[in-house]
């Protein structure tokens, strides 16, 4: 609590008590209303003083007028008790309120606590803490354990485990060593670590991510507008009426006491403050609740559109697939897999073509250089090598089709739309084949299966890649339409078309790795980039950035857009039609003011507390575990 | 040019809805945003009119919810 809540706490129970003692003074002894009075003072002394200064700068119809007006009309109308309750309750719903927004916006300020305060800059040899913004790009920094990594950099010395949560939302820490690089905010666990600085504190991933999520709400969902214009009509209309009700009826039935009253409550119910708070502080739970999970959104209105998603558009390298090339099958004429992966891996050993390299990869082991005599590279072919392995020695001719030809070997193609495919032959004897293709992603089946689950009617994949290869993928993934061959531009009218085709209201969403896709991101009505920490491209141009690279993140943000979105439907269903109810029964003389004080401060109350709830979510993905 | 101001102590949201709406009103000011949750007022503003613009925005502020702290903060 901060030192204003508690003044005002200590002077809501001197009100309290005072307002006790004066309901229990109320009919023994004349001078009770004297209780009632300090009561009054000790809650909202300053609600008219505020009234009258904002009146002077031009400020009508503020919670401070109509708090005044109603209750001294209640004064007035001899309705103390009244009058007192509703200062009393409606400063209570205000320090409530106030309370509330300060821990919403705290535990989202605690969440993203990923500020650096300073960094160890090393200087001939020397140490000394600066300010990140003075370290220059390729100074040298010290991180210890426990502290903050302060620039984006490259690992010169040392190794560690870094804790990225506050980033990524994964809770595993990454292992590093020398040569790896460092993203600034991730925290340093246990080595100590030397650090050559790449990017300037501005460029730094930590200050990119602060400017995205302080800017965050400052792109309004339509249900924040919508409120927000809501009570600039509803508070002038409900004073008129007020107005109106205090003076017409009594002209015919002369009786002023009873319209007052009802007018009083109407002044009561009119406040607009309740209504409107609830819907951005649900709004910001929802924000900080994915950037929990390592989901940053640019704006309240993109949670909406993923509360609506209808269709879903991928990239398809490096977003459904790995983008890096590996071995995915291996057919061995005769003898075991192991064998030919062995012989593959020997032949390619001095190759540093990326297949070559997926091939020495797949086979794993340390290779040993005295088993490989001499090499010759075939350019258009493949390469020659001579192995001395598996207690013989081998001319083997690792390559294409047309190598094995040259050899005289016949094979059969293999399709090719699988990946590409490496022959073995050692001379002229075959030995088998290895292909190597783009692998899917591990969790694309179970983020897809999430996505169809959470309503998603068309998953669609566009690809730069050969039709074939495409189709092949999509048709392994159950995707509803794959279009391949496309240059980037296409892909934009790709997008347009699907857009055209949505339905009306429902929002298209593009998922891409934030590289050579910025046009598309900004196309469609959500554009999201996956797994592109501390890539400038991806931040600026998408309009949700998730960290990690799990697909399934995807799943997670349209849970927390849908639960986020339902609260504020609820809250404002709820706070319109209770104040309308509470509107009638009191222009009926149905309800008394007490009611109207619920109808004010009793819905503000409930609609906070369903607010909050937005930012509490369980990861689907952990929950199963 | 962008300019980004924090509203501290703005605990009004209709208030923050209010003072958004007069400050997009404010002569040379393309956009304006100010989100009540973070308190910050963003502003989309013409450079040569900039020190006008954040002098008139400041009274605006001040004018609607004199409680809160008008700091420049960029």
Redesign the interface.
């Known amino acids: 609590m901060t030192k204003k809540q508690k003044i005002m706490g200590i002077r809501l129970m001197i009100s309290a008590v005072f307002f006790a003692l004066a309901m229990a003074a109320e009919g023994r002894v004349f001078w009770y209303w004297i209780l009632f009075i300090i009561s009054y003072l000790a809650a909202g002394y300053d609600i008219p003083l505020r009234a009258v200064r904002n009146i002077r700068n031009g400020q009508f119809f503020d919670e401070n007028f109509l708090m005044s007006v109603a209750t001294f009309g209640a004064i007035g109308i001899g309705a103390l008790e009244e009058a007192v309750g509703v200062m009393l309750f409606y400063q209570i719903g205000e320090l409530f309120n106030d309370y509330a927004v300060n821990r919403s916006r705290k535990s989202i300020t605690d969440l993203m606590d990923i500020n650096p305060e300073y960094a160890n800059l090393l200087r001939d040899g020397a140490e000394e803490k600066v300010d990140p913004y003075e370290v220059a790009v390729d100074d040298i920094i010290v991180v210890k354990p426990g502290e903050k990594v302060p620039l984006d950099g490259v690992v010169v010395k040392g190794s560690s485990s870094l804790d990225t949560k506050a980033l990524t939302g994964e809770s595993m820490p990454v292992e590093i060593k020398e040569n790896d690089p460092v993203i600034s905010g991730s925290i340093n666990l246990n080595g100590v670590l030397e650090v050559r600085v790449t990017r300037l504190f501005d460029d730094s991933t930590v200050a990119k991510i602060l400017e995205l999520v302080e800017n965050a709400s400052s792109r309004k969902a339509r249900a924040e507008n919508f409120i927000t214009r809501f009570a600039r009509i509803y508070t002038p209309v409900v004073v008129i009426l007020a107005f109106l009700l205090a003076v017409i009826p009594p002209l015919f039935t002369g009786d002023w006491g009873t319209w007052i009253y009802r007018a009083c409550s109407f002044l009561v119910v009119s406040c607009p403050c309740a209504l409107v708070i609830s819907v951005p502080l649900s709004f910001f739970g929802g924000l900080g609740a994915a950037s929990g999970q390592g989901i940053l959104l640019k704006g309240s209105n993109y949670l909406e559109a993923m509360a609506n998603l209808d269709t879903v558009v991928f990239d398809k390298t490096g977003t459904l697939t790995t983008g890096k090339f590996c071995v995915t099958s291996v057919d061995p004429l005769e003898g075991t897999k192991e064998d030919l992966l062995e012989l593959a891996a020997y032949g390619e050993f001095h190759s540093n073509h990326p297949i070559a390299h997926s091939v020495k990869e797949a086979y794993g082991k340390i290779l040993d250089q005295s088993m490989v005599g001499a090499a010759e590279e075939l350019a258009g072919f493949g390469v020659k090598t001579t192995v001395y392995t598996q207690n013989k020695e081998r001319e083997l001719y690792i390559g294409n089709a047309r190598l094995m030809e040259k050899q005289g070997i016949l094979v059969n193609a293999v399709d090719s739309s699988e990946g590409t495919t490496l022959y073995i032959a050692d001379n002229n004897t075959y030995l088998g084949c290895v292909t190597i293709s783009d692998t899917i992603r591990e969790d694309v089946p179970k983020a897809l299966k999430g996505l169809r689950a959470a309503g998603v009617k068309k998953i669609v994949m566009l690809t730069g890649d050969k039709p074939e290869v495409g189709k092949l993928v999509g048709e392994k993934l159950g995707l509803d339409e794959v279009h391949g061959g496309l240059l980037p531009g296409d892909k934009v009218g790709k997008v347009e078309e699907l857009l055209a085709k949505k339905q009306k209201g429902a929002a298209l969403a593009f998922v891409g790795d934030g590289i050579n896709d910025a046009p598309v991101l900004a196309r469609a009505d959500v554009g999201i980039a996956m797994g592109q920490i501390g890539s400038d491209a991806a931040v600026e141009a998408a309009d949700v950035v998730i960290m990690t690279d799990e697909l399934t993140k995807l799943v997670d943000t349209i849970l927390i857009a849908r639960k986020t979105v339902g609260i504020v439907k609820q809250n404002i269903i709820f706070a319109i039609s209770v104040k309308v109810l509470i509107l009638i029964l009191s222009a009926a003389g149905i309800a008394t003011m007490w009611a109207a004080v619920f109808g004010d401060v009793g819905v503000s109350v409930i609609a906070i507390l369903n607010a909050v709830r937005a930012l509490r979510y369980q990861n689907g993905n952990e929950k199963t575990h | 040019m962008k300019k980004?101001v924090k509203l501290e102590g703005l605990?009004?949201?209709?208030?923050a809805?209010?003072i958004e709406e007069e400050v997009k009103k404010l002569n040379g000011v393309e956009n304006a945003?100010?989100?009540?949750?973070?308190q910050?007022l963003?502003m989309e503003v013409l450079e040569e009119k900039v020190d006008e613009i954040m002098e008139a925005a400041k009274k605006t502020a001040y004018?609607?919810e004199?409680e809160a702290e008008f700091k420049i903060l960029r």
């Open positions: 980004i605990c009004c949201a209709n208030c809805a209010k945003s100010l989100s009540f949750m973070t910050r963003t004018k609607i004199p």
